[in-house]
């Protein structure tokens, strides 16, 4: 037996936490002040001319830009163009995209004739298909909107297919059993169990769509914010051509926040 | 109505073209109105057996039949599955009048029927209720339900308090002693649990390991309703070690086996 005195003068050791690392702090106003501060640096560089304003103008000068085709509208005739090319694109993939799905996913003969011809098309660059798609369909908008569909269809019809394969076939054994047919099944549980795979092609095919937008409107277009860009970047107006690409990024914000309240209307199921 | 399990057998090829015999000319009727209970050890093709009576599976020889119901027709057969097999994207009392849906049932009906299904397995106040927000044991009296207003012929239960614990799965046993004197149908009842077989069955239908077949059908001969306390008697009890005693003959020889 140790004495008292003892024990107080042996070393200790107190058990620490080891997962404290793992449990992510919030941090509320560090993402807000740190873009404040990156805007307020590029502001400085720019004003104290350390980079000439040619290759790099000061936010408030590309707001400015911004506003002022705002107020001339000029901005509206873009931003429409581009957003009715991605539109009617982005809905025929959307559409084809869960039909073709479920069908492959669902029966085996699609499947086998299907699988192979995806895999074969899906790897090529949709960039590279448009020479091909002018040919086929002229300079106007039909390749524009063609390549959007091609660029969306192929996350859709792949989510949608991995998401049939994934509703849990004890749900289809219940729905059978209950007394549904094949193409009931296909209604009342195949639709609703592929709907968060649906969302997740539709969020990777907005990305995908505004990519191409741009790539198709470098080429052959006379509005757009491709179009837009490559103009001002010819012309050397740097300010106009920063302001296409502040509108492509607030567009993919936008359409993100659309698809995610879409999700919670859509899916009142999942937490 | 009778229900007629007629020398079923299944096997499964595998693929280098070998045979696994998972169950072995099983044979028993259903009557009208019976309770009957399959207890087997585990692995011994149970629910394989459940699947082929509920036509979700084909059996490699044997048929089941339903006398007195019409030639051609689908006779019909709801299933309570152990993992629920709820649709998550349907309330409560959506899912409870699937079966109702697909017949054809008008909505008002429809509401009518889930109503008195949800009243007997005490489910007031859940109906808006999404399945991610209920407990196992709610989950599966709504499976309960959603079998019932289907009205079904026969309703087979796989194992369905298994994904339970232990106190739920008690309480849920009286509930459904009691929803089945409710309702007078014939319930095909799947169980590795021999106390549960006891205290539930009208008939214990005993299966040996794999490939399964009968070892015996004993008879429950015990008075109904059957109360909480009958698991303390005697003749209860004797019921529960002569089923014990096959299965754990059958235990026994798998262990044998492994060594």
């Known amino acids: 037996m140790k004495t008292p005195t003892e024990l107080t003068k042996m070393e200790k050791a107190i058990v620490q936490d080891k997962t404290s690392f793992l449990q992510g702090k919030d941090h509320p106003w560090l993402s807000l002040t740190s873009f404040i501060i990156i805007l307020c640096l590029w502001e400085m560089v720019s004003r104290l001319s350390w980079v000439p304003p040619l290759f790099l103008p000061a936010p408030s000068e590309i707001l400015l830009e911004g506003w002022g085709m705002l107020k001339t509208g000029v901005i509206f005739n873009h931003v429409l163009a581009s957003l009715s090319r991605i539109l009617l694109g982005f809905s025929i993939a959307c559409i084809a995209g869960v039909l073709i799905g479920i069908l492959i996913g669902f029966f085996s003969i699609p499947e086998a004739i299907g699988n192979p011809l995806i895999a074969a098309t899906f790897p090529i660059p949709k960039i590279a298909i448009l020479p091909l798609l002018i040919l086929w369909l002229g300079i106007g908008e039909p390749p524009k909107v063609a390549v959007i569909a091609l660029g969306v269809f192929f996350p859709m019809v792949i989510n949608v297919y991995t998401g049939v394969k994934n509703v849990d076939p004890l749900l289809i054994k219940a729905a059978l059993s209950l007394g549904s047919n094949r193409t009931r099944v296909i209604k009342k549980v195949i639709l609703p169990g592929i709907l968060p795979m649906v969302f997740a092609g539709m969020k990777l095919g907005i990305g995908i769509a505004l990519l191409l937008v741009v790539a198709a409107e470098m080429v052959a277009a006379d509005a757009g914010i491709g179009f837009m860009i490559l103009t001002a970047a010819d012309l050397m107006q740097t300010k106009k051509l920063m302001v296409g690409l502040i509108i492509l990024s607030l567009l993919g914000i936008f359409f993100n926040w659309l698809f995610q309240k879409m999700e919670k209307l859509f899916i009142p199921w999942k937490q | ?259």
Request: hydrophobic residues 40%.
């Open chain 2, 1 to 259: 109505m009778r229900v007629r399990i007629d020398h079923i057998s299944k096997y499964y090829t595998d693929r280098q073209g070998g045979q696994t015999e998972a169950l072995q000319d099983i044979h028993f009727d259903i009557a009208e109105n019976e309770f009957v209970v399959v207890v087997g050890p585990s692995g011994c093709g149970k629910s394989t057996l459940l699947n082929i009576i509920a036509g979700l599976l084909s059996a490699s020889s044997g048929q089941v039949i339903f006398d007195g119901v019409a030639n051609d027709s689908t006779p019909n057969t709801a299933v309570v599955f152990q993992e629920f097999a709820l649709f998550p994207w349907r309330t409560v009392l959506k899912n409870i009048v699937y079966g109702l849906e697909e017949k054809g049932v008008n909505k008002t009906e429809q509401f009518v029927i889930a109503q008195k299904f949800i009243a007997m397995v005490g489910l007031q106040g859940f109906e808006q209720k999404y399945p991610h927000q209920l407990s196992g044991g709610m989950k599966q009296r709504v499976a309960i339900a959603r079998a019932l207003a289907n009205d079904p012929l026969l309703l087979l239960m796989d194992e369905p308090f298994s994904a339970l614990d232990a106190q739920t799965r008690l309480l849920m046993q009286y509930e459904l002693s009691r929803i089945w004197e409710e309702t007078q149908k014939s319930f095909l009842y799947i169980t590795h649990n021999i106390q549960e077989a006891v205290f539930l069955g009208d008939r214990v239908v005993v299966l040996s390991r794999r490939p399964g077949r009968i070892l015996d059908i004993v008879k429950i001969d015990l008075p109904r309703p059957r109360r909480e306390d009958l698991i303390t008697e005697e003749r209860y009890l004797k019921y529960v070690d002569l089923i014990w005693g096959y299965i754990k003959d059958q235990a026994k020889e798998t262990l044998k086996e492994i060594r």
